[in-house]
T-cell receptor
C-alpha cells in the first residue's frame, strides 16, 4: 500500500493568512484527492488533483480559495487562502495507486486551527 | 451526495461479532461496495470491498444481499481497538475520476469492555 506523508501535521494560523499543505507519496499514483473534515463531521471532497492540469473542484469549492498543485505523480499541495475561523478543519490527502489495486489510501491529515 | 444509509451509532461487547448494516438501494451494476473506517485522529483506513459475492479478509467479512441493495460488514471478534467510525461507500472500481470516494455520515461503533 502507498505510504502518504502530509506536512504540516497541525498548525495554528491567523485569520487572513494562507497555509500550504504538502502531500508526498512513496510511489507513483494515478489519482490524488483532497478532503476536508470539519469538527465532528464526515469527510467532504474538495477536489481531484490532476497531474499536469488544473484541479477538478467539487461543488462549493473554488480555486481561488483552495488552489491545488500537482507537479508530478507523487506530490501535491493544497493551499487554504485568506483563512477564517470557519476553515478550521482537518485536511486530508488521498491517493489511488496506478494499476489494478484501486483502493484509496489516506494521509494522517493536517489539523488546522484559524484564530 | 452519498448513496448509502447507515445507522449513526452502534455498541458491541468486546469479543463479540459486530454487524454493521448499510443500505445502498440505488447502487448501479458497475458499482462496488467499499468499507473504510476512521479511528479517532487518524485518516480513513480501507477494510474490504465487494461486488456481489461475499468477501472475507484478515480484517472483516462483507455480506452483500442478492439484490445488492444492502450489505453488512462483520467484525468477527471485536476489540476495543475497533472503536471507530465505519463508512460504507459505493463507487465503480475503475474509472478515472470516479475513483473519488464520497463519504456519508458513517456508523460510530463503540466496543464496550
Amino acid at each position: 500500500s502507498a505510504v502518504i506523508s502530509q506536512k504540516p501535521s497541525r498548525d495554528i494560523c491567523q485569520r487572513g493568512t494562507s497555509l500550504t499543505i504538502q502531500c508526498q507519496v512513496d510511489s507513483q499514483v494515478t489519482m490524488m484527492f483532497w478532503y476536508r473534515q470539519q469538527p465532528g463531521q464526515s469527510l467532504t471532497l474538495i477536489a481531484t488533483a490532476n497531474q499536469g492540469s488544473e484541479a477538478t473542484y467539487e461543488s462549493g469549492f473554488v480555486i481561488d480559495k483552495f488552489p491545488i498543485s500537482r507537479p508530478n505523480l507523487t506530490f501535491s499541495t493544497l493551499t487554504v487562502s485568506n483563512m477564517s475561523p470557519e476553515d478550521s478543519s482537518i485536511y486530508l490527502c488521498s491517493v489511488v495507486e496506478t494499476g489494478a489495486n484501486t483502493e484509496a489510501f489516506f494521509g494522517q491529515g493536517t489539523r488546522l486551527t484559524v484564530v | 451526495d452519498a448513496k448509502t444509509t447507515q445507522p449513526p451509532s452502534m455498541d458491541c461487547a468486546e469479543g463479540r461479532a459486530a454487524n454493521l448494516p448499510c443500505n445502498h438501494s440505488t447502487i448501479s451494476g458497475n458499482e462496488y461496495v467499499y468499507w473504510y473506517r476512521q479511528i479517532h485522529s487518524q485518516g480513513p483506513q480501507y477494510i474490504i470491498h465487494g461486488l456481489k459475492n461475499n468477501e472475507t479478509n484478515e480484517m472483516a467479512s462483507l455480506i452483500i444481499t442478492e439484490d445488492r441493495k444492502s450489505s453488512t460488514l462483520i467484525l468477527p471478534h471485536a476489540t476495543l481497538r475497533d472503536t471507530a467510525v465505519y463508512y460504507c461507500i459505493v463507487r465503480p472500481r475503475y474509472g478515472g475520476a470516479t475513483n473519488k470516494l464520497i463519504f456519508g455520515t458513517g456508523t460510530l461503533l463503540a466496543v464496550q469492555p
